[in-house]
């Protein structure tokens, strides 16, 4: 099963909008990234974010995570058409084998002009 | 100057056929990985080389298989293409191997159609 699975699947917006995502996991993570991928394309990170750290800023992107619920989310802040991609989650696992990123699904956002 | 680039783009072939797809990467990384997306935009990772050796191996049929032949190069052949192949296969590279601690950085994909 996924480790990360991201909330909502589709995510459709005005420009200038705020666009929020969220990403739920199942065991104990190190750490967590966002990553975007225009279509066509192949992934772009835009943010890590350690399991000791609740907040994080880059540019108009803010990422939280709550350890406790096992989620976290993404924000983009007056959003942008160039903003239209997928963006995934992706988990490093602590324990067992899974010493690697794990992706979700995606949410795939859209920003209207 | 493209980071990680891999070819071909697109690749179309029949069933039962053997093909490859290629990956470089200029960046001066010592750790590259293979993933599979599927239709519903699923990355998983298949395989992934630490200094032209195999640190990772996912559950993936034994009709695939990843050949570095440097630090910079990693192939990916598959062998009796099947129908379920069908999926967009992207390299990847990091600078070492920490397993998820530091970012990767993508090619643009090989999109694979098997008829």
């Known amino acids: 099963s996924q480790q990360g699975e991201e909330d909502p699947q589709a995510l459709s917006i005005q420009e200038g909008e705020n666009a929020t995502m969220n990403c739920s996991y199942k065991t104990s993570i190190n750490n967590l990234q966002w990553y975007r991928q225009n279509s066509g394309r192949g992934l772009v990170h835009l943010i890590l974010i350690r399991s000791n750290e609740r907040e994080k800023h880059s540019g108009r992107l803010r990422v939280t995570l709550d350890t406790s619920k096992k989620s976290s989310s993404l924000l983009i802040t007056a959003s942008r058409a160039a903003d239209t991609a997928s963006y995934f989650c992706a988990t490093r696992t602590i324990s067992g084998s899974a010493r690697q990123l794990t992706f979700g699904s995606g949410t795939q956002l859209t920003v209207l002009p | 100057d493209t980071a990680v680039s891999q070819t071909p783009k697109y690749l179309v072939t029949q069933m039962g056929n053997d093909k490859s797809i290629k990956c470089e990467q200029n960046?001066?990384?010592?750790?590259m990985y293979w993933y599979k997306q599927d239709s519903k935009k699923f990355l998983k990772i298949m395989f992934s080389y630490n200094n032209k050796e195999l640190i990772i191996n996912e559950t993936v049929p034994n009709r695939f298989s990843p050949k570095s032949p440097d630090k910079a190069h990693l192939n990916l052949h598959i062998n009796s293409l099947e129908l379920g192949d069908s999926a967009v296969y992207f390299c990847a590279s990091s600078q070492g191997f920490a397993g998820g601690w530091i970012e990767q950085f993508f090619g643009p994909g090989t999109r694979l159609t098997v008829l």
């Open positions: 960046l001066g990384h010592d750790t």
